[in-house]
């Protein structure tokens, strides 16, 4: 078993060489790594055939199944965002991406055996909630005539919410359907920020949503924040960790505003065009919100699950992580690792058997390739056995915040310290820099280190 994490980083404690160490491996160059293999690995040559022959190979594996849903619409632009999404009001515009949803589970559902338990479902986006109460009802009975949903008490399913997008009639239209977890996306209580980033959410707004979804018995609430964000400074995110402490949310999503899904890319995203790159917090300051969030929010009793995400004790995913059972798929850290991730709708991807394939991010081509008949796979790769080794390794490090190398030797019948002497060597500066520990087979990212996790797991990803 991994070594007990500290109950809280504590940021005054650093020495000037550990707060360097931590500014060099934290502001390194090049986009967030939060997976093995990174979808800039996958390639046009894999279509829909490859995707095909790997959900009939999954069903020898006895493996139960996690359904993703997208749904790119949203009411209001927000300056942030660079998604691939579709800004209306008119809910009529939704039908016939429905209907090309249901043709693409028709198509994916004849492939697989119909008595897999689909044990995780999330519909993220967008916002899903954009959907009608009537669409969603719908969107959720095809999923059940095609791949039989659960109403076990140990399902988990789940769906984003915007909170200026729903309301409490929402929430308990969604628990008659059977989500229950919800996860309300809030990035910072702060007006001059929500000014600057045009998404105005008051507290309350927030505040009587979570309430309701208490009162209505929903397992789980998970709130999305956000650092790194114009306008924002220390004290400023120190009162909005403070008021998501106050509202006690099961589950905290740390997004990280330069390096996530909200990447200040103005080329790529032209709607953030208007945001004043000067309001942005230098790279020093980004880090000094990390480590304000690690340490208030483990004072409070929350736990460090890793990367970006923290826990309640009791929450389920701070469970697997202290008996060492956490997965992390495509959509983040999950008890549900074990499961074969089937991805729905544009730009959705999956991790089945041993392949990953991707849908396109334009909705004309997700559109023009149902309507032709075919699944809308876009791009893809299936695994050979160093990516099955280095996934795993990977994995277990970024889960467990430790690798056990002779625990991977065994599994894979491999010298893993002499395999993986090229990432051990990547890691010697890290090392150094008291970032990772070594103690014979057991390699650990020490308190300072799981704050750069994704750094030390990148070393072990040879295309990288």
Known sequence: MASAAPLFFDAAALTAARQDALRRHHGAGGPRYHQYPNAGAFHDAFGGDDLCRALERSNAGGRGLSLYVHVPFCRQSCGYCTCPRIIT????????????????????????????PVEQLYWGGGTPTFLSLSQMSDLFDRLDARFGLSSSSERDYA??????????????????????????????????????????????????LMEEAHRLGFRSLNLDIGYGLPRQTRDSFAATLADVIELNPARITLQDYVHKDYAYRPRRGPRQQRID?????????????LQLAAEQLG???????????????????A????????????QGYTTHGHCDLLGLGVSAASRIDDAYAQNPARLGDYASALDDGRLATARGLRLERDDDIRRAAIERLMCDAQLDLAALGRRFGIDAPRYFAAALARLDDAHHDGLVERNGDILSAT??????????????DAHR
């Open 447 to 460: 308190p300072d280190g799981r704050l750069v996790l994704h750094r030390l797991a990148r070393a072990f």
């Open 89 to 116: 009001r008119d809910t009529s515009r939704a039908e016939p991406y429905l209907s090309r949803l249901d043709r693409e589970m028709v198509l994916t559902a004849r492939h697989l055996d119909r008595t897999r």
């Open 319 to 330: 469970v697997a992580a202290r008996q060492q059972t956490l997965g992390r798929n495509l």
């Open 299 to 317: 004072r409070a009793g929350y736990v460090h699950i890793g990367m970006d995400h923290f826990a309640r004790p009791n929450d389920s995913l």
């Open 277 to 289: 790159s000067a309001q942005l917090p230098a790279a020093a300051d980004r880090l000094a919100m």
């Open 159 to 208: 769906i984003e919410i915007d909170p200026r997008e729903a309301d409490v009639f929402t929430l308990r239209h969604l628990q008659v359907l059977g989500f229950n977890r919800l996860s309300l996306e809030v990035l910072d209580f702060n007006p001059e920020v929500q000014q600057a980033i045009r998404r105005e959410q008051p507290r309350i707004m927030t505040e009587t």
